[in-house]
């Protein structure tokens, strides 16, 4: 009987690998085209082509030809349009850079890396080898190794965001065959925070970083509901609010931030309401459709909530305490034609003011009472103002906390406990633009790679961080991006037209560029952050004569 089994399992096989089905057979089909001339291509350029009917990316480097994915695989930007600098690609909208050779994606954001295919020069022609399978995604995952049973250890990463994300997955990738737990407090998967309060309904499935399936196959393992309480570095284990705890043999900490309250009275009435989930942003749309909106705050989570909002709520509000939203990020002239595009889509704004009460009935928000005494209706109101690092926890550990109760790493993304790393919003590191003077960045981009060079450290891959810092936001439709570090710029310096929405602008302090912010000027901030990575100096002098974009010849870009 059983021999009988053994045979038909044996004949099932043999027939399942003859009965090849044709889509199968032509997924594995070689295709190898031409797809340009040499000397289509002078060194230092790349060009989106044409093959197997797909577009891919040729680069030719230092005399070498190769070719990538031609779309960025964070939101899909066409990659011909970046910056090809020293090996490297950079995104052209959100700043992502991938290695012009490997494919592998180097700086964030996104997660995945680039297809890669084979090229053969043959004379004069440029010949490019792939499989049908190979040219049908845009993306491609580093290969992952699997835990071991062989392998001990346990890497515990508490934090359910990118940082998280990207440490576990680059733990994977660099051979960590131990365990890998992400605790998080929270009930569902990472997520795309950047499009939550762009996209308030959007679901948490379709805001997932990535599926169950993944982090299943990766042998990553996701704990929720996990807020955790205290760290012991002396036994390494974490100790979590339901009373549970986890030892470690590594840690990676990245519980971010989380959003200030309101000090005033009525804080706690019903739709009143702080953005931190999916589910958060699911209600905020719900209860704000054809209703009376309030948002306290001119962040830009809070302002992206008020563009989202803008057309779907009988009518929009934003309070905040300066005269004009983003000033102290993007100055002033920016800042009034963001503002000038939100009145013109029908929001009101109550600036150099705050709130002194809120007001209930039934204990359901019914108003908002300024501080100069006005009153205004509302239905709902979204409170923007901010986070604060989610490190209370961490009083008793013996880790060192700043006076603003960020958790202080060095370079390499550790604590000054050599088994503790740390990164995203609640850490203060070396910034190598500002001669590694400590800063606080809360940026989608930086925080994955946090979580990146700390993994490399964990497994003894000694790396320092050093990446550009790089932002995004989108309201109406319109992006501006930034590169850059400029808290204390003296001047702004604005180049094109402001009113036609398609400007740079340059944030100076005495002769020095800290940053650059554009809309409608790809790809002058990639190329920007290009400059600063490698080390240029972009002037105040270049930037004000009659060619203000001279510095990108000078940086060879």
Not at 58 to 77: L, P
Not at 316 to 324: E, P
Not at 490 to 506: H, L, N, P, R, T
Request: overall charge negative.
């Amino acid at each position: 009987m059983g021999s009988s089994n053994s045979k038909s399992r044996g004949i099932s096989k043999q027939q399942s690998q003859k009965e090849k089905k044709p889509d199968e057979e032509a997924s594995d089909q070689l295709i190898e085209e031409v797809v340009c001339k040499t000397s289509d291509l002078q060194d230092g350029e790349m060009k989106a082509v044409d093959f197997g009917g797909s577009s891919i990316l040729v680069v030719r480097e230092n005399g070498k030809f190769s070719a990538v994915g031609a779309k960025c695989t964070h939101y899909g930007a066409p990659l011909a349009k970046g910056v090809l600098c020293n090996g490297r690609i950079r995104c052209p909208w959100h700043g992502a850079c991938f290695n012009s050779t490997t494919g592998d994606i180097e700086d964030f954001p996104g997660l995945d890396s680039l297809p890669v295919y084979e090229v053969v020069v043959k004379e004069e022609d440029v010949v490019v080898k792939a499989t049908k399978t190979s040219l049908s995604s845009s993306k491609r995952i580093k290969k992952m190794v699997k835990a071991s049973t062989d392998d001990s250890r346990t890497f515990l990463i508490v934090g359910g965001g990118p940082a998280s994300v990207s440490c576990a997955e680059t733990l994977r990738q660099e051979g960590f065959c131990g365990k890998i737990i992400i605790a998080t407090r929270e009930t569902h998967l990472p997520f795309d925070k950047p499009k939550l309060s762009k996209s308030l309904d959007s679901t948490p499935e379709k805001l997932a970083l990535r599926d169950v399936r993944f982090y299943e196959d990766s042998d990553i393992i996701l704990r929720h509901e996990l807020e955790a309480t205290g760290v012991n570095t002396v036994d390494k284990k974490v100790d979590f609010k339901d009373g549970s705890s986890i030892s470690y043999d590594k840690l990676f900490l990245a519980t971010g931030g989380k959003p200030r309250c309101l000090s005033c009275p009525g804080w706690d009435l019903k739709n009143v309401c702080l953005l931190r989930s999916p589910n958060d942003g699911n209600y905020i749309a719900e209860q704000a459709q054809g209703k009376k909106v309030v948002i306290i705050g001119t962040s830009f989570i809070g302002m992206e909530v008020a563009a989202f909002l803008a057309g779907r709520a009988a009518s929009v509000v934003v309070i905040g305490h300066s005269q004009v939203p983003f000033a102290r990020v993007l100055g002033d002239v920016v800042g009034k034609m963001l503002m000038k595009l939100f009145i013109e889509k029908g929001v009101d704004f109550y600036n150099n003011n705050s709130v002194k009460e809120l007001v209930g009935t039934d204990g359901v928000l019914s108003k908002v009472v300024l501080k100069d005494g006005q009153e205004l209706e509302a239905d709902v109101c979204v409170i923007g103002v901010g986070v604060t690092p989610s490190t209370d926890f961490l009083s008793e550990s013996g880790l060192e906390l700043n006076s603003t109760k960020h958790l202080c790493v060095d370079k390499h993304m550790r604590t000054n406990n050599e088994d503790v790393y740390a990164g995203g919003d609640i850490v203060v590191f070396p910034l190598f633009l500002c001669e590694n003077s400590p800063v606080n960045i809360q940026h989608w981009q930086m925080s994955h790679q946090h979580g990146r060079i700390a993994a490399l450290n964990m497994v003894g891959k000694v790396t320092e961080i050093q990446s550009v810092p790089f932002f995004w936001t989108t309201m109406f439709g319109k992006s501006v991006r930034y590169t850059g570090y400029a808290v204390d710029f003296d001047d702004v310096i604005v180049q094109g037209d402001i009113d036609e929405q398609k400007f740079v602008a340059y944030f100076t302090k005495e002769n020095r560029v800290l940053a650059v912010a554009s809309m409608n000027f790809d790809p002058i901030v990639s190329q920007a952050a290009e400059a600063m990575s490698s080390g240029q100096m972009i002037t105040k002098s270049q930037v004000t004569s009659d060619d203000h974009k001279c510095w990108i010849a000078s940086a060879k870009l």
